[in-house]
C-alpha cells in the first residue's frame, strides 16, 4: 500500500486541518500518517485557540515516521512560526523526501489567523522550493505575487509570478470566484492547465484547501503524475461537496467518506 504523511494543525472540530487530511488520503486508497504542528480548538464559528508544539517535537515526530514507514508524498498544512517552518524543512531535505505538496494556510475559513507575517516569509524562503506543487487560494496568492485577483487573466498572471518567484510549480485554486470552481495549474516550460470546476451550491466549505492538498498528495504517492493527480483530486472533492454535509452553525464540513459503503 503507497503511503502518504500529512504535516498540519489539528482541527477539534474534524473538518480541516489533519483531521480532514487522513479522512481524505484513506479515501483515495493511501495509508495515511501525521505530524502534527499545533493543536487548534476550533470548530465551524471559530478558531478559539492555538497551541503550537515545539521545532524539538516536530523534529521527534517526523524522524519516527521517515525511520520506520517512508510516506511516498507528503504534504504541508498549517504550519504557524518560521521556526517550525525551518524543522519541516531540514527534516524533508535530510530524508530527502519526495512529491511534496505545499499548502500555505493563512486564514481559515472562519477569518483566523493561522501564521505569522515573519513565517510567511520562512515558508517562501525554505519550503516553496522544495515543494512539488504549492497550492495557494486566491486571497494568498494575492500576497504571494504581491498583486490584486479580480480576473481569469489575473490568476494566470499571478500563477506566473509566484512560480517563476519562488521556483515551484503552483496550483491557484479558485473556490473563491463568484461564478464557478476553476482551478489554474502553472508549470515551468509547460503550457498551463485549467482544470474546470462547477461550483457546487454548498455553503459548507470548511477544510476545502486542506482536502484539495491531501487528495494531490495521495494521487502522487500512487505515482500518477502531477496533472493526473490534481484532476483526480478534483473529481475527489467535488463529490465530498456534492454529498451536502450540513453539520455546525457556521460554514461546515464536507462529506469525506461519500464514496465509502456504511453497512458491513
Ligand atoms: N462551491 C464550490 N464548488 C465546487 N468546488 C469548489 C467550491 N468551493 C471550493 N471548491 C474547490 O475546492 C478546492 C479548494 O479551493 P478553495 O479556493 O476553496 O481553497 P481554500 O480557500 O484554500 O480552502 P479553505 O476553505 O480550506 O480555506 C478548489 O479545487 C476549488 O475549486
Ligand atoms: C488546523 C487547521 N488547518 C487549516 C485550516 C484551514 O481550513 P479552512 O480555511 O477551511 O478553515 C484550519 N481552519 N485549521
Redesign the pocket.
Known sequence: MKTALTIAGSDSGGG?GIQADIKTMMANGVYAMSAITALTAQNTTKVADIMEVTPQFLAEQLDCIFTDIRPDAVKTGMVASAALIRTIAGKLTEYQAENIVVDPVMV??SRARLISEEAIETLKEKLFPLATVITP??PEAEVLADMEIETVQDMEKAAEVIGTRYGCSVLL????QKND???LLWQKDKKPVWFH????D?PN??????T?SSAIASNLAKGRDLETSVEAA?RY??GA?AAMLDLGAGSGPMNHGFAIKEEW
Open positions: 480541516a481559515s475559513t487560494n486566491i485554486k479558485g473556490g473563491h470552481a476553476s482551478d470546476g462547477v461550483r457546487i454548498n466549505t470548511h477544510g476545502t484547501g486542506c484539495l478534483k472533492i467535488s461537496l
